[in-house]
T-cell receptor
C-alpha cells in the first residue's frame, strides 16, 4: 500500500513569492492534514481537510490556505512568502472518523531566500 | 486551546537500558494520544497510540501509559537498541478540536552502544 506522497521534495522561493505544495493521501483516507515543522519549534497544526471542506485551522495567517480535490489529494498554498515560512511542511492523512491515526508523508522543505 | 509539554528534551541511555518520556496535557477533553518517532531527515512515524478509555497499551518493547486524572501519559521503551535513537513526539487530540493534533516539543533519544 502506498503511503502519503508529497511533492516537491524541496522548494526554494524568495520573499513575496507564492508556493504550492501537494499531497496525495493513503488510498481510502479522506482526511488530509497539514503541519509545519520549523527548526526547533516542533510540529504545528496548519489545516485539516475532509470531503473537500476545510474542517479546522491552526493559528496561522490567512496567506496560508489550501484545498482538497475530489480524489482527496490536497494543495497547500502560501502567499506573500516571508523568511520565517522556511520549514518542513508535512502532510498527513487518516480515515474520516474521529481520532484516527494520522500517517505522515516525507514533507516538502520550503526555503525562503 | 490544548497545550502539551514533553520531558525531557534530550535523553541519553545505554544500550539495553529503558527509556521513559513523559507528556502532560492541559485539556481534560483530550481523548487520543499518539506517539511518533522521527529519524533524521525522515517522516514522523506512528509507533503507538492510546485512547482515553485505556490505561496502558503495549507493543513489543514499547508501552504507553495514560493517567487521565493527572493528565499525563508516558512512553516506555525497554531493552533499547541503537536503532531506537531518534526524536520522539507525543501528541494529543480531542473530537471537539476536529482531529487536530497538538504536539509536544519532542525528545531527542540517543542510545549509546
Amino acid at each position: 500500500e502506498a503511503g502519503v506522497t508529497q511533492s516537491p521534495t524541496h522548494l526554494i522561493k524568495t520573499r513575496g513569492q507564492q508556493a504550492t505544495l501537494r499531497c496525495s493521501p493513503i488510498s481510502g483516507h479522506t482526511s488530509v492534514y497539514w503541519y509545519q515543522q520549523a527548526l526547533g519549534l516542533g510540529l504545528q497544526f496548519l489545516l485539516w481537510y475532509d470531503e473537500g471542506e476545510e474542517r479546522n485551522r491552526g493559528n496561522f495567517p490567512p496567506r496560508f490556505s489550501g484545498r482538497q480535490f475530489p480524489n482527496y489529494s490536497s494543495e497547500l498554498n502560501v502567499n506573500a512568502l516571508e523568511l520565517e515560512d522556511s520549514a518542513l511542511y508535512l502532510c498527513a492523512s487518516s480515515l474520516d472518523r474521529a481520532n484516527q491515526p494520522q500517517h505522515f508523508g516525507d514533507g516538502t522543505r520550503l526555503s525562503i531566500l | 486551546g490544548e497545550n502539551v509539554e514533553q520531558h525531557p528534551s534530550t535523553l541519553s541511555v545505554q544500550e539495553g537500558d529503558s527509556a521513559v518520556i513523559k507528556c502532560t496535557y492541559s485539556d481534560s477533553a483530550s481523548n487520543y494520544f499518539p506517539w511518533y518517532k522521527q529519524e533524521l531527515g525522515k517522516r514522523p512515524q506512528l509507533i503507538i497510540d492510546i485512547r482515553s478509555n485505556v490505561g496502558e497499551k503495549k507493543d513489543q518493547r514499547i508501552a504507553v501509559t495514560l493517567n487521565k486524572t493527572a493528565k499525563h501519559f508516558s512512553l516506555h521503551i525497554t531493552e533499547t537498541q541503537p536503532e531506537d535513537s531518534a526524536v520522539y513526539f507525543c501528541a494529543a487530540s480531542m473530537i471537539a478540536a476536529g482531529n487536530k493534533l497538538t504536539f509536544g516539543g519532542g525528545t531527542r533519544v540517543l542510545v549509546k552502544p
